[in-house]
T-cell receptor, first 112, second 114 residues
Framework: KNQVEQSPQSLIILEGKNCTLQCNYTVSPFSNLRWYKQDTGRGPVSLTIMTFSENTKSNGRYTATLDADTKQSSLHITASQLSDSASYICVVSAGGSYIPTFGRGTSLIVHP | DTAVSQTPKYLVTQMGNDKSIKCEQNLGHDTMYWYKQDSKKFLKIMFSYNNKELIINETVPNRFSPKSPDKAHLNLHINSLELGDSAVYFC?????????????FGPGTRLLVL
């Protein structure tokens, strides 16, 4: 069964600090992995997308890594801002069907 | 100039009623989706249409019927609403299949069944 597990479930950090969110998956065959940011009351917004051959992808202060061998990904946020407070969702798509499997997300709160 | 729009934003209704949610995208994409996000914020794909053709139909009760009159629209009709249907429903679109292309999500429709 395809699954995506994220940790931690929630995280509280101070403004300006860095943090790293984790994603482990069992989706097979693997097609790609995405990280989304979902602000409260809004739809998810894509941050990064990585295929099998990519092991890092940046989008401003967001940097995602992928280890396809261990089936792990991380999202690193640098110099956090109050606007980074949101839920971060890891999504892995299976090859062939391209059906995406969503993780439950990590809820990040950035305090001033 | 909203990319993916949904109506209504909020929907409160009684159990047993029939309701529809509409979705429109002005991005010129050929693929559209419906997702359900439950109270625990878990997103799950329900349907996907590519060029008006149904390509993904996950385990969803047949009370839910999607309709795509053209590539820019994907509506969701729900018959005989049940308490468990209460959730946020998101429409999304992409150019090409979800697995390979970036999806753009609408603002969501918050459905509450009483």
């Amino acid at each position: 069964k395809n699954q995506v597990e994220q940790s931690p479930q929630s995280l509280i950090i101070l403004e300006g600090k860095n943090c790293t969110l984790q994603c482990n998956y069992t989706v097979s065959p693997f097609s790609n992995l995405r990280w989304y940011k979902q602000d409260t009351g809004r739809g998810p917004v894509s941050l990064t997308i990585m295929t099998f051959s990519e092991n890092t992808k940046s989008n401003g202060r967001y940097t995602a890594t992928l280890d396809a061998d261990t089936k792990q990904s991380s999202l690193h946020i640098t110099a956090s801002q109050l606007s980074d407070s949101a839920s971060y969702i890891c999504v892995v798509s299976a090859g062939g069907s391209y059906i995406p499997t969503f993780g439950r997300g990590t809820s990040l709160i950035v305090h001033p | 100039d909203t990319a993916v729009s949904q109506t209504p934003k909020y929907l409160v209704t009684q159990m047993g009623n029939d309701k529809s949610i509409k979705c429109e995208q002005n991005l010129g994409h050929d693929t559209m989706y419906w997702y359900k996000q439950d109270s625990k914020k878990f997103l799950k794909i329900m349907f996907s249409y590519n060029n008006k053709e149904l390509i993904i139909n996950e385990t969803v009760p047949n009370r839910f019927s999607p309709k795509s009159p053209d590539k820019a629209h994907l509506n969701l009709h729900i018959n005989s609403l049940e308490l468990g249907d209460s959730a946020v429903y998101f429409c999304a679109s992409s150019q090409g299949l979800a697995g390979r292309e970036t999806q753009y999500f609408g603002p969501g429709t918050r459905l509450l069944v009483l």
